[in-house]
């Protein structure tokens, strides 16, 4: 086999290579003050982001509706603990925490249309109680949704239940903001280290809140910077398997 052959198999035998994927995810929409960042400055932003909308809030089919028209992807921001009252028993699920849940779940379907998956909105022990979410993720599945666990406890048992029950799942790698902190170069800072991540493990989420100008700002300016270094931003639902 002469070199000119060699290398024409080799070039169509090898896969070519795929950069780094990372996801964006902003929370929190629906819920809108007058020292945030308008909603339209973020609906204007070019790049490839997924916006997670608040059920019952002031703002909730107005920001949706938005969303889909940006050509963002939409998803529900779901709340489990302090939003609900809910008994989050150690051994079962009570039936009362599953029809909570359920309720909650077809009213934010019905308030959010076209929602393409879900993650958590805090909920800090609901997302630890593997009862109560082995019990939501049956009802989940049925939806036809996603699940990304936003990660805000390191004991979460969200996504392996998801994950139990055949759903496409994901989970946050890191907060690009948090309410303490939420400034132009912390922000920085987190984008970079989930850049990081994504180019040694391939792919990576990272959230932050619709709230916060230090986040915008980070974000028209280093998402297009690390797209030239070969950096593909994803919808959330590309990582979700």
């Not at 939409?74 to 150690?90: T, V």
């Amino acid at each position: 086999m002469n070199n000119i052959l060699l290398a024409a198999v080799l070039l169509f035998a090898v896969p070519s290579f795929a950069g780094p994927k990372v996801a964006i995810v902003l929370d929190d929409f629906g819920l809108t003050y007058k020292k945030n960042p308008p909603d339209e400055e973020w609906m204007a932003l070019a790049q490839t982001l997924t916006f997670a909308v608040m059920p019952e809030s002031p703002r909730t089919k107005k920001a949706a509706k938005a969303t889909l028209e940006a050509g963002k992807e939409l998803i529900i921001h779901y709340p489990f603990d302090p939003f609900q009252k809910l008994a989050l028993a150690k051994d079962a699920a009570t039936p009362e925490d599953v029809a909570s849940a359920t309720k909650l779940l077809d009213q934010c379907l019905r308030d959010i249309p076209g929602a393409a998956g879900l993650n958590n909105h805090r909920s800090y022990r609901g997302t630890q109680n593997r009862p109560l979410m082995r019990e939501f993720m049956k009802v989940l599945k049925t939806k036809n949704l996603y699940y990304l666990d936003s990660r805000v406890s390191p004991k979460t048992v969200a996504y392996e239940e998801a994950k139990a029950a055949h759903i496409p799942a994901a989970m946050n790698f890191i907060f690009l903001d948090t309410a303490e902190i939420h400034t132009r170069a912390f922000c920085a800072k987190n984008l970079a280290d989930v850049v990081a991540h994504a180019r040694k493990h391939g792919e990576a989420v990272a959230i932050g809140h619709h709230y916060f100008r230090g986040t915008l700002d980070c974000l028209k300016e280093g998402m297009p910077r690390y797209a030239k270094e070969g950096v593909e931003f994803v919808k959330a639902s590309a990582l979700a398997r």
